[in-house]
């Protein structure tokens, strides 16, 4: 079965100070890792994945996030944030066969200017 | 066109009440999915479309009753709910259910009060 954990409810970070966002998952495959973003009433928008190849993987907004499959993890990363950054994040993951996507918990971020 | 839409915005409905969702893409994605969120929650799969026909129904109630009349289209039928359900409920859609490295695009949802 997967499964995604996102360890932290709450991310409080500086504007302009680099964020991190965690990630850490469980497939029984190889894991195809998605992040995707919720601003308040809205629907989720997608920022990244990690399918295969480069463990670093870039995406919208300057979001980033680094694969490591030794710790199987999937951070979100990004060097300066901003206030407009401040939303619901989601990991998410599904095997290479047909299953649903699984969704962490979300982190709330928050960017204080 | 990279956008899902999903009407209504909002919605209030009684117990007794029957009422729709719609939700539409022209992106040429084959799979359509449901989703209900609540508040501060990550979303929960209900239903995935595959070619226009059911593929997964999480064992969602009967009063919820998804229809797919064509490849750009995905309703979803409300009947006798519980104020339970009130919910944002997610349409989202997908090149295909089946590749695991499509990512899914996400409506703005349909925010539904049930009294």
């Known amino acids: 079965a997967q499964s995604v954990a996102q360890p932290e409810d709450q991310v409080n970070v500086a504007e302009g100070n680099p964020l991190t966002v965690k990630c850490t998952y469980s497939?029984?495959?190889?894991?195809?890792l998605f992040w995707y973003v919720q601003y308040p009433n809205r629907g989720l928008q997608f920022l990244l994945k990690y399918i295969t190849g480069d463990n670093l993987v870039k995406g919208s907004y300057g979001f980033e996030a680094e694969f490591n499959k030794s710790q199987t993890s999937f951070h979100l990363k990004k060097p300066s944030a901003l206030v407009s950054d401040s939303a619901l994040y989601f990991c998410a993951v599904r095997d290479s066969g047909n299953t649903p996507l699984v969704f962490g918990k979300g982190t709330r971020l928050s960017v204080i200017a | 066109d990279t956008e899902v839409t999903q009407t209504p915005k909002h919605l209030v409905m009684g117990m007794t009440n029957k009422k729709s969702l719609k939700c539409e893409q022209h992106?040429?994605?084959?799979?359509m999915y449901w989703y209900k969120q609540k508040a501060k929650k990550p979303p929960e799969l209900m239903f995935v479309?595959?070619?226009?026909?059911?593929?997964i129904n999480e064992s969602v109630p009967s009063r919820f009753s998804p229809e797919c009349p064509n490849s750009s289209l995905l309703n979803l039928h409300l009947h006798a709910l519980q104020p339970e359900d009130s919910a944002l409920y997610l349409c989202?859609?997908?090149?295909?259910?089946?590749?695991?490295?499509?990512?899914?695009?996400f409506g703005p949802g349909t925010r539904l009060t049930v009294l």
């Open positions: 992106m040429g994605h084959r799979a």
């Open positions: 989202a859609s997908s090149r295909d259910s089946s590749g695991g490295a499509n990512e899914q695009f």
């Open positions: 479309y595959s070619y226009e026909k059911l593929s």
């Open positions: 497939v029984s495959g190889n894991p195809y």
